[in-house]
């Protein structure tokens, strides 16, 4: 089964169960909304959709948010919970929003198939186990390897939330300009799109070893700031959250580009996906901390 299909089947499960959490609820915007949704898998084949995957992820995060915010106005119900929660150990790797060679020639489809089938799903893997772990020691009493498991999850749970912002904050024929609020902000926090754009590709160049370039709202100084990480979860900045994101570590690149990353960095401005990265800005920026 290639990639589209995959990705198809699974949207096509996940549908299924999202109706079943929502199956007797009288809500006309939810149900209007299910019913739409369904009538736009059904009105197209596989060979159709798989052509226009971009659209099908726009979709499923529109239902997607709505399920939430009908579940958040209910009130710190069962299904809130539900439609929340992520079990145990029970992390998956979640699909590409597009086909493996849709992000050339900027990154080869040999290098997303590795990243995102091997490396990315390594880390799913890791932070599971590590998850089951912990949970056994809090079972049994013994915490002799807390410490290690507890690296574990920190080390494996940051390489899965992180990728996972990556795969989305691109697309094919990205680049461009960010969204006039976001603009805003960054030209108020930066001087200019310019300058920011500089000071993030430098991060990157920058980054020592192994890690990210990560652009992220601030709540507590109320401003956007450019920060590095080593590895997936060293010198990050608590209290922020993430809104851009750019790998930098050598399984990202090296086969393309080899060990030249300022070309990697350069290039891939073209294929930012501004839309997902304004999205996240939106409901980050609700976040406003007192500041001190």
Do not use: C
Not at 46 to 52: N, P, Q, W
Not at 142 to 165: N, P, V
């Amino acid at each position: 089964m290639g990639h589209s299909e995959r990705y198809i089947e699974d949207v096509k499960q996940w549908f299924g169960e999202f109706k079943k959490q929502f199956k007797h609820v009288n809500n006309k915007e939810l149900q209007t909304k299910i019913s739409s949704f369904a009538e736009f898998l059904d009105s197209r084949d596989k060979e159709r959709i798989s052509t226009d995957l971009l659209a099908l992820h726009e979709q499923v995060k529109k239902l997607y948010d709505t399920g939430v915010r009908f579940a958040e106005e209910v009130g710190g119900t069962e299904l809130y919970q539900e439609i929340r929660r992520v079990g145990i150990g029970q992390h998956t790797l979640p699909p590409l929003p597009y086909d493996y060679d849709a992000l050339e020639p900027y990154i080869s489809e040999e290098i997303m198939r590795l990243h995102h089938d091997k490396h990315h799903k390594s880390y799913v893997e890791g932070l599971n186990k590590a998850e089951k772990m912990m949970e056994k020691a809090r079972d049994t009493g013994d915490y002799d390897l807390l410490k290690h498991w507890e690296r574990e999850a920190a080390f494996h749970g940051s390489g899965h939330y992180l990728h996972t912002i990556f795969w989305n904050v691109m697309k094919p024929k990205g680049g461009g300009m960010p969204g006039r609020d976001l603009l805003r902000q960054i030209n108020r926090d930066f001087g200019s799109f310019e300058v920011f754009k500089r000071h993030f590709s430098e991060a990157a160049n920058k980054v020592e070893g192994v890690g990210w370039a990560i652009l992220v709202w601030s709540p507590r100084a109320g401003r956007l700031e450019i920060l590095q990480s080593e590895r997936h979860q060293l010198l990050t900045q608590w209290d922020t959250i993430p809104l851009l994101v750019l790998d930098v570590w050598e399984h990202a690149y090296y086969l393309q580009y080899k060990n030249v990353r300022a070309d990697y960095v350069k290039n891939w401005w073209n294929i930012v996906n501004w839309d997902e990265v304004d999205h996240r800005y939106r409901e980050a920026s609700k976040l406003q901390w007192k500041q001190y």
